[in-house]
């Protein structure tokens, strides 16, 4: 039996869609289907201008247009001509089916799970439904059966079907055929997830919308709705109070026919409602068919959501730092109030923007440790700077808070940043008191301890000048006791206290207040005087008053030459300078006013052996201790005078011991000394002495005080030291000697074995010539290679000979020392090494004259030079010779461009027979940057290199400038 021809258009842009409908269809062992294939609207329509197929499967949502319009142009532009057409429906496309079979569609199928039997199911059905349709259309009694009534719902097809339950058997088949496709409209009905009714618009005499009556409701209807055995009952009856608006919205869609999707709420039924609704049936017939969802629970979520929102954006954008969370893509998904005032933009412009656009690339990369943390489901922090757009530089703290999903998937992350600039600047302010405090009480002159506090002071607060002024009440006046300025000359001298302390000022200085001026120009406590400040370069300063017994005696002050409105960590920090080191500075004068007796009280406690004396220079008396008798083997009771004192010193030292004393007896002072004496046993005996000037109150001397003690085993001991330094030098001149004489022949082994080396080399150079020379064009490529190798091996040999004798005679050989112009010795490098074309060798505009060794500094330079030349990787490289003055030494530096050195060879190039290459890559004998470096270290330099892969390297050595 011949199988049944059946041509098939499927209309849907998804190939997969396409081919699972079309291998179904192809299982049907009876039917031999073909394909028509559309990807959109207007190419289906082309070629239904074409051909007519047996069936359409038409996708509810195409590329170009919606499957409902497409359904209806074609049910247009086919009539009276009708195809059996089967709608492919999404889960979410429950109400388009719906249409779709009113509008003209005979079938549907799920695109969820598409089957084999499905799919063959739904295109015989509507094939059959079609035929049968086109029979019941022949007969005239059957003429009010059309698409359309069967598309207003099962209740019509029902009331249709008893009518005509006694005719012939050809008519109850397609009965049947309807009823079937009745029951799959029905079992759709019914099996709905949504709420789905059929309700009839009830105009007024106006034709406005009052009410409406339920025709059908689905089992889903009751459960979302709450309405008991509605139909047939309108909307009023069943809720009296419920609002106006949705009698609008039914009776707008029923007159106009113009679907509606929406949301509403109805506080008389207590719920939300998602609703789709369309016109159903003929326009006469003002029916609407709802489909819906009761959302109210995802409602009353969304508000606490919003609530919850709301409350969280409230706290946020009241925390003072940053708050923002970050996705994957590194964009912001939401940021706080305090986003907009660091980077002067609006929370709109930020949210969505990528986080390099808001802090750039250089901080994000800067970032990108803790950031990697962070997406790697670690929580982290960190304390970093920050330039804003706000215009301030910030020092924060930030952590970074992971957002890990439930399957542990990092979904983002949460960042938090706090401005701790304030606590940062109370460190560096404590940090900077406990250092000054330190230093400070390490001195024990007013003068110095001034100097400092106010230098390190202003340094510390990036001011133009720190201060401190003595106050004299009685006169009016201040004197500048120590000024420090950060350019320019420090001032001195006496003021009235007026001339820079208007009455406002110096009532409140002298109430022990602080003051802070931004700009002496605008202030009006300083505008009367403003003038003045701006002779003296004072446009912002602060003034913190100190007092000695409730009276205010002494201002410390810092000066801005610009506006500058001080913050309230400068000024606490200035009152804790005040507070603290004020009094210091008056414990120190206490101190110095009683430096002379514990001078002589140190002196006294110096330990045992020490002797004291005194001399009373007026009365020349002198005053010994004990110990000083003893010291010159004499009776304590002996009396003492000048005379007698320098008879006891040694005649060679006499004169020396005498014009000290006189001095310090003249001009005031100390003094420090060794000198022999003449013990009473007649031995001589070494003393060492120190001695102070004591001076009245015009600052003439009127008494020495010194201290003794013998140094006679020390002296001895440097005695018997001297003799051993003279044997050891003999000794090390003598080994001297003998070294030079091994070296000397040394060298001469060197040169020895270097020439007796080189013969045979030369020798078996001459025979690889010679057989070359006869045989070259005889022998194989490869022989003549090994003979090119064997030529190539006998040179680098010959330079490691020379390599080794330079080296051996490095830093032995002295050259004569001659001025030598750097600039000229380059530049015959230059020539000499002979860059290849295309090559720079520059070198800066100004070098130094030195007086020195030509040849060592030459050989060093040149290899430099030349090595930078030949390890280069490309034949247009640069290299470039710098020299910069290093106070006693000059260093030079030779730069090129090349492949670089990696970090780890740094040190291993200065050794012997090291290269980066294979021998057979590159010339030389590995020891050119071993002779450099005994060259450099020989004239008591350093060489070193710096350099990375790919960047270039930088030789830098240091060569004495004489």
């Keep these: 039996m011949p199988k049944v021809q059946r041509t098939v258009m499927i209309i849907d842009d998804a190939q997969s869609a396409r081919d699972i409908i079309r291998h179904a269809l192809r299982q049907d062992a009876n039917i031999d289907y073909q394909f028509i294939e559309a990807e959109n609207g207007e190419q289906a329509l082309t070629y239904l201008r074409q051909q007519q197929p047996a069936c359409l499967l038409l996708n509810c949502q195409l590329s170009d247009t919606d499957g409902l319009t497409l359904l209806q142009t074609v049910v247009q532009q086919a009539a009276p001509h009708i195809y059996p057409i089967v709608m492919l429906a999404g889960p979410d496309h429950a109400a388009v089916a719906m249409q779709a079979m009113q509008q003209g569609a005979h079938d549907f199928l799920p695109k969820a799970a598409l089957t084999v039997e499905q799919v063959q199911r739904a295109v015989n059905n509507a094939t059959e439904k079609v035929t049968l349709l086109r029979q019941v259309a022949k007969q005239r009694e059957w003429s009010r059966l059309n698409l359309a009534s069967m598309s207003n719902g099962v209740s019509a097809i029902d009331e249709q079907v008893l009518g005509v339950a006694e005719e012939t058997t050809e008519h109850k088949q397609t009965i049947q055929t309807l009823q079937a496709s009745g029951e799959r409209y029905r079992t759709l009905f019914e099996a709905m997830d949504e709420g789905f009714s059929i309700i009839e618009m009830i105009f007024d005499a106006a034709d406005q919308p009052v009410d409406y009556r339920f025709l059908e409701i689905n089992p889903a209807f009751e459960r979302f709705t709450g309405l008991e055995q509605a139909v047939g009952k309108t909307a009023r009856q069943l809720v009296p109070n419920l609002e106006k608006h949705w009698f609008e919205i039914y009776g707008d869609i029923a007159l106009t026919g113009e679907p509606q999707r929406f949301v509403e709420g109805s506080e008389a039924m207590g719920r939300w409602f998602d609703v789709y609704a369309f016109r159903f049936g003929e326009p006469e017939s003002r029916r609407v068919a709802v489909l819906f969802n009761n959302i109210t629970e995802r409602k009353q979520a969304e508000d606490q959501l919003r609530r919850q929102e709301e409350l969280l954006r409230l706290i946020t954008d009241n925390v003072p730092g940053l708050i923002g969370y970050i996705g994957t893509d590194e964009r912001y998904r939401f940021v706080n109030a305090t986003f907009e005032t660091w980077f002067q933009r609006s929370r709109q412009q930020i949210i969505g923007s990528s986080v390099t656009e808001l802090i750039g690339d250089e901080d994000w990369a800067r970032l990108s440790i803790y950031r990697n943390q962070a997406l790697a489901g670690d929580t982290v922090s960190y304390e970093t700077m920050f330039a ?30 706090m401005d701790i600039s304030e606590r940062k600047r109370a460190e560096q302010h404590q940090k900077f008191l406990s250092e000054l405090g330190m230093q400070l009480r390490l001195l024990r002159d007013t003068d110095a301890i001034m100097t400092q506090l106010v230098s390190r002071l202003g340094q510390h607060l990036q001011v133009a000048g720190c201060r401190i002024n003595e106050v004299d009440l009685t006169n009016q006046q201040f004197s500048i006791q120590k000024d420090w300025v950060a350019s320019g000359k420090p001032v001195a001298g006496t003021y009235a206290l007026s001339e820079l302390a208007p009455p ?21 406590r300083t505008t009367p005087v403003a003038e003045n400040y701006q002779a003296h370069q004072v446009t912002s300063f602060i003034g913190v008053p100190m007092f000695r017994h409730e009276q205010w005696i002494a201002t410390l002050s810092v000066k801005g030459e610009k506006e500058r409105h001080w913050r309230q960590d ?43 004396w005194e001399w009373q220079i007026p009365t020349d008396t002198f005053t010994w201790t004990e110990q000083e008798f003893v010291l010159f083997g004499l009776a304590p009771d002996m009396p003492m005078t000048q005379e007698r004192f320098n008879s006891l010193i040694h005649h060679e030292d006499r004169a020396e011991i005498t014009a000290a004393l006189d001095r310090l007896a003249t001009d005031g002072g100390d003094y420090t000394g060794e000198f022999r004496i003449i013990h009473s046993d007649g031995q001589v005996r070494w003393l060492a002495e120190r001695c102070v000037a004591i001076c009245d109150a015009q600052g003439q001397p009127v008494r020495l005080l010194g201290v003794n003690f013998d140094i006679t085993k020390r002296k001895q001991a440097e005695q018997a030291l001297h003799q051993f330094n003279e044997q050891l030098e003999q000794q090390v001149k003598a080994r001297t000697a003998e070294l030079t004489k091994r070296l000397q022949e040394l060298d001469q082994f060197a040169y020895v074995t270097s020439h ?44 490691l000979l020379d390599d080794l004798l330079t080296y051996s005679r490095a830093d032995r050989y002295q050259y004569a020392t001659e001025k030598v112009n750097v600039a000229l010795l380059l530049d015959d490098i230059i020539r000499l090494v002979t860059p290849p074309q295309g090559f720079a060798v520059s070198t800066q505009t100004s070098l130094p004259l030195l007086i020195t060794q030509r040849v060592p500094l030459e050989t060093v330079l040149r290899n430099l030079i030349n090595n930078a030349i030949k390890h280069h990787d490309r034949s247009d490289g640069q290299v470039r010779v710098v020299a910069q003055d290093r106070g006693e030494f000059f260093e030079f530096s030779v730069s090129d461009d090349g492949p670089g050195i990696a970090p780890e060879f740094h040190e291993r190039i200065f050794q012997l027979f090291q290269t980066l290459k294979p021998r057979d890559q590159v010339e030389g004998s590995g020891m050119g940057l071993a002779i450099v470096k005994k060259i450099v270290e020989s004239h008591h330099g350093r060489i070193t290199v710096s350099s990375t892969l790919g960047k270039g390297a930088t030789f830098h050595f240091t060569w004495p400038k004489t």
């Design 388 to 417: 804003y757009p706000d215009g301030i530089t910030r020092a924060v703290w930030g952590r970074y808070q992971p957002h890990i999903g439930a399957d542990g998937t990092v979904l983002g992350f949460y960042l938090f940043l």
């Design 504 to 524: 406002t000022i110096l009532a409140e200085l002298a109430k022990g207040e602080t003051v802070a001026v931004a700009n002496t120009e605008t202030d009006p």
């Design 570 to 612: 400068e000024i606490q920090l200035l009152e804790a300078i005040a507070g603290q080191f004020w009094p210091l500075l008056e414990r120190v004068r206490a101190e110095e006013a009683l430096r002379i007796g514990e001078e002589r009280l140190r002196l006294a406690l110096a330990g045992g052996g020490l002797g004291i």
């Design 756 to 799: 007796d080396l080189k013969a045979p080399l030369r020798a078996i150079d001459h025979l690889a010539r010679w057989i070359n020379d006869d045989a070259g064009s005889l022998l194989p490529p490869s022989s003549r290679g090994h003979l090119e190798k064997i030529q190539g091996r006998i040179k680098r040999m010959e330079k």
